[in-house]
RNA sequence: GCUGGCGUAGCUCAGUCGGCAGAGCAGGUGAUUUGUAAUCACCAGGUCGUGGGUUCGAGUCCCACCGCCAGCUCCA
């Protein structure tokens, strides 16, 4: 017998291996509220699992009811439509012809790696593809799951071609593991499930949308099969939003937005992966890294610079040789000498704490810079500022002991979190990863750092998710997503102990007990890389950037030729009182010179015309805004200033 | 790197069955002097990614290479 309490209903006795379907039925009489949701369960949560109507129960345990209002319920549905697509590849293909990978869910949907003999989808193919799941839909079969002993699989897989199946059932399902199949209709798949219980089990939503290639088992070197995606909602209008996020996206894409702001380029013949910034894009950068350079100055950092490459054997003390040479560029000889271009900076920052005896009185030792590196990154994977071969890195290292440790990584934490909100990120998501099974360091510093971390989130008051094992060889870590203004997640903030570095450098400091001592070493990063966090911004605007940070600030629009001059003593006033202002000289119409400015995103169009020169005003227009009447010259300049002195969001 | 798709004017893109290389925007010149998202006319602009091949003839078909895009893998 198994207990299982069910949430909002109570606890009760089954049998053991009994099913969801078989507890409503019995339970339906008694209790309303099944009664009233009976054709909405979709499945439920059993502890952290979350199982369909059709598998054996074989353990107690909290038992919550999905119904499709529950998120958890879409993963149900996203499975069952990953074999609806692989029944409809089948059917249209032929059965034998068609080979089953896997099937598993996505954030948003579903995808199945399939190989088709004799056949190459293409896109062409998805609405095809579509209605056949559709007509496999609206036969609505029942789904029915069955268990098989080991060597019954293995044959049943093996006469239906099914390989890569029969791969699965060796070498990742563990011997003493029920086998189970999931069956609807003519098609059968090897599925631990979970299910909606008929391949009918309407009104629910899906499109398929792109087509890849996929690695079977995600292993380079072996045969590579073709990877289907779908998105899968229970209401239509949720598959819209998305579909409609999608477009956004692609409007936002920082690529396209970069080209036509002249922001930067990236040169085929400069290389894949390595950005020009060009002059405006470098006003963004260089108002970033100014703010950057006064916050951390405030905080007690110093800054430093280092040269971008490096002896081989401060690589080789610090291990990068060894265990990071395949993202660095190769090695490069210089008189007998072997050199290579940096892809970290903390050699260097260890070089600068180690360049004198430090005492404990001056710890802790801050150490901060805008660090340019270089790492080899395969030419697939480069994209844009998002993913490039050159990058810097807002980096810093704190060198401190033992007892500054809690207070320096809330500081940390504190930090990171009010830049990102000024740059008007207001989500995030904190992961702690904690120690893996290989590592380095004691215990005692692995609980000290990991109890800081955990109190600096906890301190700040933010949800986190803790990703066990899931640090580096050489310490725990606090990463830091911020979610953009379409719900997109971007790694940016990390905070990581090293214990690995100073032991390899031999860092040390002098105690009050006049004997050398271990310091704590962590790096840390606000932005992660200055091209991505700017991608990013470039995104989450959409290009029309924060006052303080827009290229041009102010665009001033004669109306007419004859008040260029006074749009000229507009401009002069606005530039010397620090604004970056443009005039338009161009012999168009206004309407075409709004049209251009608010293509080119700028924050302020300033219109001048006869009214505004007789009284030595300026009409300001806004994207946001639209028209906002008339202000002075000195009105404008003085919002204009206060604005970005604040950084605001405004205009 | 791998799989697939795509490379035509500065940009965005058309180019049918292999038969004289096109449009819009941007740029130049001129006209016009304009009140809150595109004034008009004219001009200029091309080794059709690169190199080979098939053909009387290649932007178009074939091969190789380079680059970009999507995904895999990896990651700031």
Known sequence: MIKLNIEGIGEFEFEDGITLKEIIEALKEDHKKIKKQEKEIVGAKLGDDIIDVHTPIRKSGNLKLLTKKDKDSLEILRHS?????????????????????????????????VEVEGKRLTEEDLPI????????????????????????AIKFFEDKKEFYKVELIKHDIPEGEPISVYKQGEFVDLCRGPHIPTTGYAPFAFKLFNIAGAYWKGKEGNPMLQRVYGVAFWAEKELKKYLNMLEEAKKRDHRKIGKELELFIIDEDVGGGLALWLPKGAIIRNEIETDWKNEHIKRGYQLVYTPHVGKEGLWQTSGHVNFYRENMFPEMQ?????????????????????????????LPIKLAELGTVYRYERSGVLHGLMRVRGFTQDDAHIICREDQVD???RKVLEFAIETLKKYGFEEFQVFLSTRPEKSVGDDRMWEVATNALRKAIESVGLEYDIDEGGGAFYGPKIDVKIKDAIGRMWQCSTIQFDFNL?????????????????????????????ERFIGVLIEHYAGLLPLWLAPIQARIIPIADAHIPYAKEVEQKLKEAGLRVEVDERNERMNKKIRDAELQKIPYMLVVGDKEWQTGTVSVRTKKKGNMGVFTIDEFKERAKKLIEEKSLEL
């Open 81 to 113: 439509l990953a074999h609806i697509m692989a029944q409809a590849l089948k059917e249209l293909y032929g059965d034998k012809n068609v080979h089953l990978g896997i099937g598993p869910t996505t954030e948003v949907g579903f995808f199945y790696d």
């Open 129 to 152: 593809i579509e209605e056949k799941m559709k007509e496999i839909i609206s036969r609505n079969y029942d789904i029915v799951r069955e268990e098989l002993p080991r060597e019954e």
């Open 334 to 362: 210089i008189e007998e000498e072997g050199y290579f271009v940096k892809p970290m900076n903390c050699p260097f920052h260890v070089e600068i704490y180690k360049s004198r005896q430090r005492s404990y009185k001056e």
């Open 407 to 409: 207070e320096e990584i």
């Open 502 to 530: 100073p032991e390899r450098f031999d860092m040390y400091y002098i105690g009050e007990d006049n004997k050398r001592h271990r310091p704590y070493m962590i790096h840390r990063a606000i932005f992660g890389s200055i």
